[in-house]
């Protein structure tokens, strides 16, 4: 696609439920991040994924929080367990890994916790 | 400890008058740094960039200023527009880390008619 796709848009669900997020990068990307904004914070960094290298998960919360990127492409960020604190805007991000550049991101999945 | 810092979480201006974003970052190994423009509901998009030999960058209404040795970059909009309000988001990355974008908190801007 043109841009980065993240679904779904907006996920509510109980507490202690595991929850799949999905992001389609701009395709040719090979760098993929993972951020989160919570009410009111600035972005979290979470994980990134950078071409065939072992990923960066140095920013993962907790270990109920875990990505993987299939075939270099489409990643999936699962959290398990859910609590109310998870809740927040995660948001996906793509670019070129070669040079300067800028990291285009999808517009997010709103994940709310109850 | 933030290695990127916003300090003024909003900003208020007048329509046509300069905006000016302020960030402080305390990594000295960062090399490039960007500005990226947030709407309520959507992801941040790219707005404009700067590399470390450079000590500013200008794109139309946006320029972007470096100061190395303070460790601070702004971002000045002229004249503001009321479309340009938003959450302004300062980010930075290392050389050598594979480029992985360190962001600030933040500036809600909000420019007044």
């Known amino acids: 696609g043109a841009g980065v796709s993240q679904s779904p848009s907006n996920k509510v669900t109980e507490k202690g439920k595991d929850v799949e997020l999905r992001c389609d990068p701009i395709s040719g990307h090979t760098a993929l991040y993972w951020y989160r904004q919570s009410l009111g914070q600035g972005l979290e960094f979470l994980i990134y994924?950078?071409?065939?290298?072992?990923?960066?998960k140095s920013g993962l919360p907790s270990d109920r929080f875990s990505a993987e990127r299939t075939g270099g492409s489409v990643s999936t960020l699962t959290i398990q367990r859910t609590q109310q604190e998870d809740s927040a805007v995660y948001l996906c991000?793509?670019?070129?890994?070669?040079?300067?550049?800028?990291?285009?991101f999808g517009q997010g999945t709103r994940l709310t916790v109850v | 400890d933030q290695q990127v810092k916003q300090n003024s979480p909003s900003l208020s201006v007048q329509e046509g008058r300069i905006s000016i974003l302020n960030c402080d970052y305390t990594n000295s190994m960062f090399d490039y740094f960007l500005w990226y423009k947030k709407y309520p509901a959507e992801g941040p998009t790219f707005l404009i960039s700067i590399s470390s030999i450079k000590d500013k960058n200008e794109d139309g209404r946006f320029t972007v200023f470096l100061n190395k040795s303070a460790k601070h970059l702004s971002l000045h909009i002229v004249p503001s527009q009321p479309g340009d309000s938003a959450v302004y988001f300062c980010?930075?990355?290392?050389?050598?880390?594979?480029?992985?974008?360190?962001f600030g908190s933040g500036t809600q801007l909000t420019v007044l008619p």
């Open positions: 994924f950078q071409g065939n290298s072992a990923p960066d």
């Open positions: 991000a793509s670019s070129l890994l070669s040079g300067n550049t800028e990291a285009f």
């Open positions: 980010a930075a990355s290392e050389a050598g880390s594979a480029r992985q974008l360190t």
